[in-house]
């Protein structure tokens, strides 16, 4: 009985304890909210000028043709110059014209190329040398700009010339890194059976533990809607069981191949000015009324490239 009775008397006053913390919690003032000053991303864009903006070189443009529609690549030579020269040779002898998607793996990448090894180039090489990384004096001359924030996989992350990137200035290495979009060379288990003939690009959350292992060689400008939302592949890696399953591809054409008139006139914002700091800081910091806590922090990964067409309004 006694030990009833005590059991009781705890759990009385472990009810009138909870009942007082709570009291005390409901009688404290409410946390303030963030201070949610300055502009939002789309203000920013707006009051952005004509010069703001870059056309990327249309040497360095890629228009691959679907059925589905059209997908365009901006190569980064900077990063990965014999690659990007290949790849112009395997598209000006029209390598890619009649090949096929023939990899769609759910959550990481959409690939193409020549799945059944049916052609040789006849002036493209067939492996190269990894250019995982720029390495040593070539670090400085690269454009970067810098994240205010900490990056998980490098000392250090940002943009250059409009491409997510990462550095470590200690050990003199830049590289780009695989966010949604960026654009990859296939290659086997050696280092240097990548050869731009085979392209994946990411269609899923950043798998960036592939960073510095394989070459990257661009990013899709426009056309993630088409290549994420192909049918995904059921065997082994998102391979399509069957040839008839594969998506064909029609054409592939750089876009300095092609008559002024035939180019699609896209701009992207520049990410070396002022403009480009207030849009970071606007991601960092998202002020739209949705957001009622912003984070204060944004990964290299979680800034979308603004990009429109040369002659629409603001």
Known sequence: MRRSMVAAHLAAALVCLSATVNAADAAKPAAPKPAKTGPIAADVLAA??????????????????????????????????????NIRKLVREGWFDGLAVDRVQDNYVTQWGDADNTRTPRTAQTKLAPEFVVRGAAVAKLAFT???????????????????????????????????????V?????????SGAELYAVIGQAPRHLD???????????????????????????????????VPITKVRLAADLPADQREKLTVLRTDT????????????????????????????????PIRMADAPK
């Open 274 to 305: 002022p403009t480009w700091a207030a849009y970071v800081e606007a991601r960092r910091n998202r002020r739209e009324d949705f957001f009622p806590v912003p984070a204060g922090h944004v990964d290299v990964c979680n800034i979308p490239l």
């Open 186 to 194: 296939g290659r086997d288990m050696a280092l240097d059976t990548g």
């Open 146 to 184: 810098p994240l205010p924030d900490r990056d998980t996989y490098a000392p250090e992350a940002g943009y250059s010339d409009g491409f997510p990137a990462a550095r470590d200035a200690k050990g003199q290495q830049a590289w780009l890194v695989h966010c949604y979009g960026m654009v990859g």
């Open 48 to 85: 952005s000028s004509p010069s703001d903006w870059r056309s990327p070189d249309p040497e360095n443009l890629l228009y691959m043709d679907l059925a589905q529609g059209r997908v365009i690549i901006e190569l980064a030579p900077a990063f990965a110059p014999a690659h990007i020269d």
């Open 212 to 246: 510095r292992n394989i070459t990257v060689v661009g990013r899709v400008l426009r056309g993630m809607d088409i290549l994420s939302s192909l049918p995904r592949g059921t065997a082994a890696l998102g391979f399509y069981d069957k040839p008839e399953q594969r």
